[in-house]
């Protein structure tokens, strides 16, 4: 069984930053493109942020210049470093995964999801 697990959500002011954890565990054979995505309220989910296995990396429009994507293979976790944050950023944070399971097998996985309010 495979798991998602994001942390590192919470309150913070406008122009603060904060930084998201995803956390792969279990039958994990290798991993694949990864993915920061958002939901706001009344609003569709979105992607924000995607990192390649080889490291390259993707942004939304609305967050570049002000977030960066990362991953440590070593330890199965990806990152997202949310800095210059606004109002408009507050949503649900996900992470999502291509993971494989075996060398023929793979799988998309999603975290359960992590608040994050941008609020004074």
Same mark, same amino acid.
């Given at each position: !069984? $495979? !798991?998602? +697990?994001? @942390?590192?959500?919470?309150?913070? !002011? &406008?122009?603060?930053?904060?930084?998201?954890?995803? /956390?792969?565990?279990?039958?994990?054979?290798?991993?694949?493109?990864?993915?920061?995505?958002?939901?706001? &309220?009344?609003?569709?989910?979105?992607? $924000? /942020? /995607?990192?390649? @296995?080889?490291?390259?990396?993707?942004? %939304?429009?609305? +967050?570049?210049?002000?977030? @960066?994507?990362?991953?440590?293979?070593?330890?199965?976790?990806?990152?997202? !470093?949310?800095?210059?944050?606004? &109002?408009?950023?507050? /949503? $649900? =944070? =996900?992470?999502?995964?291509?993971? %494989?399971?075996?060398?023929?097998?793979?799988?998309?996985?999603?975290?359960?999801?992590?608040? $994050?309010? +941008?609020?004074?």
């Amino acid at each position: !069984q $495979v !798991q998602l +697990v994001e @942390s590192g959500g919470g309150l913070v !002011q &406008p122009g603060g930053s904060l930084r998201l954890s995803c /956390a792969a565990s279990g039958s994990i054979f290798s991993i694949g493109d990864m993915n920061w995505y958002r939901q706001a &309220p009344g609003k569709e989910r979105e992607l $924000v /942020a /995607a990192i390649s @296995s080889g490291g390259a990396t993707n942004y %939304a429009d609305s +967050v570049k210049g002000r977030f @960066s994507i990362s991953r440590d293979n070593t330890k199965n976790t990806m990152y997202l !470093q949310m800095n210059s944050l606004k &109002p408009e950023d507050t /949503a $649900v =944070y =996900y992470c999502n995964a291509r993971i %494989a399971i075996s060398n023929y097998a793979a799988n998309n996985y999603w975290g359960q999801g992590t608040q $994050v309010t +941008v609020s004074s």
